[in-house]
C-alpha cells in the first residue's frame, strides 16, 4: 500500500520561504501525477503545483513565479521550493498521488486517490 508522509511546514513571516517534503512508500510514483494542495479554514482544496508522469510541471497563478515542484526519482520523493510567502499562503498543505496512467493531470481533487497526511504553514504579516 502506498503512503505518502509529509514533513516541513511551519511558521514564517511574510517573505520568509519553507520547503515541503512529500516522501513515497511502498510504491514509486514517479510515473504519476503528483501534486500538492492546500486548504485554508473555510476554502475548497485547491491545487497549486503539479508534476505528472513526463516530468511537467505547472502552477496555480496565485502561486506562480514563488512556488517550485520538484521531484527526487533516488528518494521518491516530492518537493515544494515556496519563496516570498504571503499571508494568503496560509493552509494545510497536502501532496496527492494519482495513480493512473493518465495523459493529463486533474485538478480536482477527487481524481487524487493517494494522499499525505497535510501539514500546516502559517505566514504572518
Known amino acids: 500500500q502506498v503512503q505518502l508522509v509529509e514533513s516541513g511546514g511551519g511558521s514564517v513571516q511574510a517573505g520568509g520561504s519553507l520547503r515541503l517534503s512529500c516522501a513515497a512508500f511502498?510504491?514509486?510514483?514517479?510515473?504519476?501525477?503528483v501534486a500538492w494542495f492546500r486548504q485554508a479554514p473555510g476554502r475548497e482544496r485547491e491545487r497549486i503545483a503539479y508534476r505528472n508522469g513526463y516530468g511537467n510541471t505547472d502552477y496555480a497563478d496565485s502561486v506562480k513565479g514563488r512556488f517550485t515542484i520538484s521531484f527526487d526519482n533516488a528518494k521518491n520523493t516530492l518537493y515544494l521550493e515556496m519563496n516570498s510567502l504571503k499571508p494568503e499562503d496560509t493552509a494545510t498543505y497536502y501532496c496527492?498521488?494519482?495513480?493512473?496512467?493518465?495523459?493529463?493531470?486533474?485538478?480536482?481533487?477527487?481524481?487524487?486517490?493517494?494522499w499525505g497526511q497535510g501539514t500546516q504553514v502559517t505566514v504572518s504579516s
Open positions: 496527492a498521488a494519482d495513480l493512473y496512467f493518465r495523459t493529463v493531470c486533474y485538478r480536482d481533487p477527487a481524481n487524487f486517490g493517494t
Open positions: 511502498g510504491y514509486t510514483v514517479s510515473n504519476y501525477c
